[in-house]
Nanobody
Framework: QVQLVESGGGSVQAGGSLTLSCEAS????????MGWYRQAPGKQRELLAT???????AYTDTMKGRITVSKDTARDSMVLHMRNLKPEDTAVYYCNAVPPVYSWGRGTEVIVSS
């Protein structure tokens, strides 16, 4: 069973930056496209970016221009660099396949204060 572990969340003021990490198991990144998601309080989980196996990272409009994703297939991991954070970015951030076929990890919480 694939294990997904997110880390790096915390509290930051608006305009700040944060870097999140995702670690998978069983060579997941070499097998499937992976993505970053988030779920804000009271809202549905949404996709932020897709890291395909052999193509460029694709970003959705949600945080486009304020995030950068990089992956390390050899280490079965990826990071999410976030900048110019806004209070509406407050959410729990997750990684999973795209589409999300694996059990969700616990996520990592990001709180952005104004």
């Amino acid at each position: 069973q694939v294990q997904l572990v997110e880390s790096g969340g915390g509290s930051v003021q608006a305009g700040g930056s944060l870097t999140l990490s995702c670690e998978a198991s069983q060579n997941t990144f070499s097998k499937t496209a992976m993505g970053w998601y988030r779920q804000a309080p009271g809202k549905q989980r949404e996709l932020l970016a897709t890291a395909p196996r052999g193509s460029d990272i694709a970003y959705t409009d949600t945080m486009k221009g304020r995030i950068t994703v990089s992956k390390d297939t050899a280490r079965d991991s990826m990071v999410l660099h976030m900048r110019n954070l806004k209070p509406e970015d407050t959410a729990v951030y997750y990684c999973n396949a795209v589409p999300p076929v694996y059990s969700w990890g616990r996520g990592t919480e990001v709180i952005v204060s104004s």
